[in-house]
């Protein structure tokens, strides 16, 4: 482990048991492995219940493994001491109701241990960058989705995390929207620092990763280099195609 992997998953498996006497299983992961470097932006891309939610949850403490490890920074997930470094956005970001959007970020930042002064100076900047300045004082509650997952991105970067990672961001956005999470990621790689992004949205991944990681049944899949015609990124183009052993171990660059 060196200080320049942002998170990482060795051999990881999740299992879900269910029927009677949990004699039915499912595997969410299967063996998964792969490192996030600072400095750089990774794209992960799968089919529904392919294992890329769960992954993320496993990174950030939501989710126990079942067996192999998983790292922050790195040290065991187990040391929730890093998790203030993080910044996230769900699938489905929820914020009480009844708070403001200014309301939000200031709880978020409390959690995320940012200093009373930071967190005063911060959030004008975030709510001016998320294009919700002049809703700063409106309940969440009379906020579209749009609005929801601008607040969600702006509550994300409320501790200037060194991993931000967005699982389907990009739900109810609009053209602007989506240019504000592509600049995110581009402002993280910048700044050496690291970024994961969770999208069905290839031409999304494209454009703002650097390496993608693909996932099918909660087992690693190998995605051919492009031709030089295919796009600039690893991964941008070619089908995918099961992981071997060795492409497996591979996924640890």
């Given at each position: 482990?060196?200080?320049?992997?942002?998170?990482?998953?060795?051999?990881?498996?999740?299992?879900?048991?269910?029927?009677?006497?949990?004699?039915?299983?499912?595997?969410?992961?299967?063996?998964?492995?792969?490192?996030?470097?600072?400095?750089?932006?990774?794209?992960?891309v799968g089919p529904n219940r392919a294992g890329k939610t769960t992954a993320v949850k496993t990174l950030?403490?939501?989710?126990?493994?079942?067996?192999?490890?998983?790292?922050?920074?790195?040290?065991?997930?187990?040391?929730?001491?890093?998790?203030?470094?993080?910044?996230?956005?769900?699938?489905?970001?929820?914020?009480?109701?009844?708070?403001?959007?200014?309301?939000?970020?200031?709880?978020?930042?409390?959690?995320?241990?940012?200093?009373?002064?930071?967190?005063?100076?911060?959030?004008?900047?975030?709510?001016?960058?998320t294009g919700l300045a002049d809703r700063a004082g409106e309940p969440v509650s009379r906020f579209s989705?749009?609005?929801?997952?601008?607040?969600?991105?702006?509550?994300?970067?409320?501790?200037?995390?060194?991993?931000?990672?967005?699982?389907?961001?990009?739900?109810?956005?609009?053209?602007?929207?989506?240019?504000?999470?592509?600049?995110?990621?581009?402002?993280?790689?910048?700044?050496?620092?690291?970024?994961?992004?969770?999208?069905?949205?290839?031409?999304?991944?494209?454009?703002?990763?650097?390496?993608?990681?693909?996932?099918?049944?909660?087992?690693l899949v190998r995605r051919p280099e492009p031709h030089p015609a295919g796009g600039p990124h690893r991964?941008?183009?070619?089908?995918?195609?099961?992981?071997?052993?060795?492409?497996?171990?591979?996924?640890?660059?």
């Amino acid at each position: 482990m060196t200080a320049t992997i942002a998170a990482e998953l060795r051999d990881a498996v999740k299992v879900y048991r269910s029927g009677l006497l949990g004699r039915r299983e499912l595997r969410a992961l299967d063996g998964v492995s792969f490192r996030v470097h600072a400095g750089e932006v990774v794209g992960l891309v799968g089919p529904n219940r392919a294992g890329k939610t769960t992954a993320v949850k496993t990174l950030l403490s939501l989710s126990r493994p079942s067996g192999g490890q998983a790292f922050r920074f790195g040290l065991p997930i187990a040391d929730r001491r890093t998790l203030s470094r993080v910044g996230y956005v769900p699938e489905r970001p929820s914020f009480p109701p009844y708070l403001s959007a200014a309301e939000v970020l200031d709880y978020y930042g409390t959690l995320a241990l940012v200093p009373a002064g930071e967190r005063r100076r911060r959030i004008p900047a975030l709510l001016e960058r998320t294009g919700l300045a002049d809703r700063a004082g409106e309940p969440v509650s009379r906020f579209s989705k749009g609005m929801v997952q601008r607040l969600g991105l702006a509550q994300a970067l409320i501790n200037d995390p060194e991993l931000l990672v967005l699982d389907e961001p990009d739900e109810g956005l609009d053209v602007s929207g989506r240019e504000l999470l592509h600049e995110a990621l581009a402002e993280q790689r910048g700044r050496g620092r690291a970024a994961i992004l969770v999208s069905h949205a290839i031409r999304d991944v494209e454009i703002a990763c650097d390496r993608v990681i693909a996932l099918a049944e909660g087992r690693l899949v190998r995605r051919p280099e492009p031709h030089p015609a295919g796009g600039p990124h690893r991964g941008a183009a070619g089908a995918l195609e099961p992981a071997t052993p060795a492409t497996r171990t591979g996924a640890l660059p």
